[in-house]
């Protein structure tokens, strides 16, 4: 996938962004979020970057046994993550 952004940088911000707005937390939780979906996809952070600016949200996570779903929030709750 070819990041269309000036840079790669710009989009990982955009995307911490709205991990961070979605989430609740900090930009060094998002970005640890970002680091470890990108892993767990086997896709570069940047990559991952795009599908969370074009999903509002990080993918879903990959079917491996033992593996908890991703947090919905870092801190607290909100009535916009559902049950």
């Known amino acids: 996938m070819t990041v269309p952004w000036s840079?790669?940088?710009s989009v990982v911000e955009v995307?911490?962004?709205i991990l961070m707005e979605r989430r609740g937390c900090a930009p060094d939780e998002a970005f640890g979020l970002l680091r470890d979906a990108a892993r767990a996809?086997?896709?570069s952070v940047?990559?991952?970057?795009?599908?969370v600016v074009a999903d509002?949200?990080?993918p879903r996570r990959p079917?491996?046994?033992g593996l908890p779903p991703w947090p919905r929030r870092v801190h607290g709750t909100s009535?916009?993550?559902g049950p």
């Open 41 to 43: 996809h086997d896709m």
């Open 15 to 17: 995307a911490q962004g």
């Open 79 to 81: 009535s916009r993550d």
């Open 56 to 58: 509002r949200d990080l």
């Open 46 to 51: 940047s990559d991952l970057a795009e599908c």
């Open 63 to 65: 079917a491996h046994p």
């Open 7 to 9: 840079d790669a940088a």
